[in-house]
């Protein structure tokens, strides 16, 4: 299994990005593909996570209403689409995929701990 992303760099404040992650090598039933970011000297976060089988999605507070979570099933392909970047958003961004699917509340559960490949990351910086 691979997960190739890509789609980081250099943006300044309020400016956008798009990640992509190409998934090869996988196949399941049921499966939630996601973004997860760890800055310096913090852990790992739970950006964004999409079900695979309907498209229902969560997202962390800290994004709620600037990004966007979306999947291509014929390209293997999940994106990251973020708004309204902010300092704070500055991480590497993972992509990666569980081979399961919890849905809690509504929403398909969003941890690291499910997944069980990893893209290798890209980073994304912010200048304010």
């Known amino acids: 299994v691979q997960l190739q992303a890509s789609g980081g760099g250099l943006v300044e404040a309020g400016g956008s990005l798009s990640l992509s992650c190409v998934v090869s090598g996988f196949s399941a039933g049921f499966y939630t593909l996601g973004w997860f970011r760890q800055a310096p000297g913090k852990g790992r976060e739970a950006v964004s996570c999409i079900a695979n089988s309907d498209g229902r999605t969560y997202y962390g507070d800290s994004v709620k209403g600037r990004f966007v979570i979306s999947r291509d099933d014929f390209k293997k392909t999940v994106f990251l689409q973020m708004n309204n970047l902010k300092p704070e958003d500055a991480a590497v961004y993972y992509c990666?995929?569980?081979?399961?699917?919890?849905?809690?509340?509504?929403?398909?559960?969003?941890?690291?701990?499910?997944?069980?490949?990893w893209g290798k990351g890209t980073q994304v910086t912010v200048s304010s």
């Open positions: 990666a995929v569980g081979g399961a699917e919890w849905i809690v509340a509504g929403a398909p559960k969003c941890s690291d701990g499910d997944m069980a490949y």
